[in-house]
């Protein structure tokens, strides 16, 4: 059964930081592209950050680029996204996304709220 479980979500000030991470199982996770998206209520999903099946290549949305690190550990089977220098228009929920080839896997999602 495949899994995707996001933890590491929740309240922040602005300028703060949070650790977000997605314990995967059930498919081959160091064959597979990473992704986080997040999305706001009402609005479309957007791609955050995107890292290659062995991590040599990483992409950013331009509204998080030099703030947000997304990386992943193979033998761990979880992929990380280190957001730093939060602002309140980061505040959505926050999906792991699989992918590989037809094959798209998504998590359940976790809330990152930055307010003071």
């Known amino acids: 059964q495949v899994q995707l479980v996001e933890s590491g979500g929740g309240l922040v000030q602005p300028g703060g930081s949070l650790r977000l991470s997605c314990a995967a199982s059930?498919?081959?996770?160091?064959?597979?592209?990473m992704s986080w998206y997040r999305q706001i209520p009402g609005k479309e999903r957007e791609l955050v950050a995107t890292?290659?099946?062995?991590?040599?290549?990483?992409s950013y949305a331009d509204s998080v680029k030099g703030r947000f690190t997304i990386s992943r550990d193979n033998t761990k089977k979880t992929v990380y996204l280190q957001m730093n220098s939060l602002k309140p228009e980061d505040t959505a929920v926050y999906y792991c996304?699989?992918?590989?080839?037809?094959?798209?896997?998504w998590g359940q999602g976790t809330p990152v709220t930055v307010s003071s």
């Open positions: 059930g498919f081959t996770f160091a064959s597979y592209r």
């Open positions: 996304n699989a992918r590989l080839g037809w094959n798209v896997y």
């Open positions: 890292i290659t099946n062995a991590g040599g290549t990483t």
